[in-house]
């Protein structure tokens, strides 16, 4: 999927920029809100009624809500949201490859670029532990932030920028291989909880693969149980409510790893149409393993981030950017992009501004708009679109003066 490529600064691919801005919006937005707005119409989890409405909403709710196990459907099914954190990480790993380039071209050495790598890796870790910690130490010292997942990863990967596609190929699958083996080697209870029961059921493998992915009882869970109770807490760290585990940083360098060979084929000197052919087949090939693994020896499960999820998730980044790069830049359609650009050249500051203000904003619109929005059933998506345009305009405000936040 990649090649070595020349330490040349390349120009910037109008797709790329796209792709992030879509995945940032969807993001910084919350999802408009909308899985929280079908609830409140009695439309989530379950349709309401049998009307055309309900299903809709129940529909909409179902790609703006993370799966409560199982990140699978249907073969080759996904729900949109899911896709999100992993296409945050993902074009991380795309940006390298044209970021560090800029860098060399500008005279960087490689200790230089290394003790850089090494910066950006610590403070994304310390922005996430923020993020995740500010409002309350119950949740103190928990990793799974996705800054903290980039930081955790990022200083790995960069020394596989630029290497041959064979050595990044063999490293993402000996490292996907073995953490897979760690988790299907790893004990499990005699006697399931009934969360880790219930999630099992969820699954396609056989039950005595699918007993080593359950909630709650797996490696990560596990392994979060003995270091997150080694710094100082309020109470005793059993598991975390949603599954998410510290561990999910080793497959989900992977994730970025994939992010980093794309990159450097849209670099290379190959012509758009390899390109694109290049990465519709790595795509096909990631997502045929990954549903033969699902139904034998390694489920898709997002929260877990099972080597199956890596490739299954992946494949389906792989084919959007394939398509992005299609109508972007080989086909030149590109005058419906800018609003996403603008959020997509400045992807933390959009993300800093969703986690720090989004509390804020909702009381400015109490203030200025009534605090009848919030006995609204739509309030969930009033809110979220309020947020979403303000971010917005700041990102505006920061592109037309040419500032963006960098780590």
């Keep these: 999927m990649s090649e070595e490529i020349s330490d040349g600064k390349a120009e910037r691919l109008l797709s790329l920029d796209a792709l992030r801005g879509v995945i940032m919006v969807t993001l910084i937005s919350h999802g408009l809100g909308l899985a929280q707005t079908a609830k409140k119409l009695g439309h989530w989890p379950e349709p309401g009624n049998e009307s055309f409405s309900a299903h809709l909403w129940n529909t909409i709710a179902f790609h703006t809500s993370h799966a409560p196990w199982n990140a699978q459907f249907y073969l080759f099914g996904i729900a949109y949201w899911d896709l999100i954190q992993v296409g945050f990480m993902f074009m991380v790993g795309v940006a390298m490859p044209y970021s560090f380039a800029s860098r060399r071209a500008k005279g960087h050495s490689e200790k230089k670029l290394i003790v850089h790598a090494a910066w950006r890796a610590l403070l994304l870790i310390l922005l996430g532990v923020f993020l995740q910690t500010r409002n309350t130490l ?15 990863g990022y200083f790995l990967i960069y020394f596989l920028l630029g290497r041959k596609f064979k050595t990044q190929l063999i490293t993402g699958i000996v490292a996907l291989a073995g953490f897979w083996l760690l988790q299907i080697t790893w004990p499990v ?8 029961s219930a999630s099992m059921e969820t699954l396609s493998t056989p039950e005595s693969v699918s007993a080593r992915f359950a909630q709650g009882t797996n490696v990560g869970a596990d392994f979060d149980r003995w270091l997150l109770n080694l710094f100082p807490r309020k109470k005793e760290f059993v598991e975390n409510a949603g599954g998410y585990v510290t561990l999910n940083f080793l497959p989900s360098a992977v994730t970025m790893l994939m992010g980093v060979m794309a990159g450097q084929l849209l670099r290379s000197g190959r012509s758009e149409r390899e390109k694109l052919r290049k990465l519709l087949f790595s795509a096909a090939v990631c997502m045929g393993i990954a549903v033969v693994a699902s139904y034998t020896i390694c489920p898709a499960i997002k929260k877990i981030w099972t080597p199956g999820w890596t490739l299954y998730s992946g494949a389906w980044l792989l084919a959007l950017l394939a398509a992005f790069y299609f109508v972007i830049d080989m086909k030149g359609w590109k005058k419906w992009t800018w609003p996403f650009v603008i959020v997509g050249l400045n992807p933390l500051a959009a993300y800093l501004m969703s986690m720090l203000f989004r509390r804020w904003v909702n009381d400015r619109m109490d203030v200025y708009l009534g605090e009848g929005i919030a006995a609204s059933p739509y309030a969930p998506t009033w809110y979220a679109l309020g947020g979403l345009i303000f971010y ?3 990102c505006l405000y920061l592109h037309r003066r040419g500032w963006y936040i960098r780590v």
Excluded: M
Excluded at 140 to 151: A, D, E, K, P, Y
């Design 138 to 152: 119950e949740s103190s010292n928990v990793f799974t932030n996705v800054l903290t997942q980039i930081g955790l």
């Design 189 to 196: 209870p005699g006697e399931l909880p009934p969360k880790a």
């Design 392 to 394: 917005w305009l700041i």
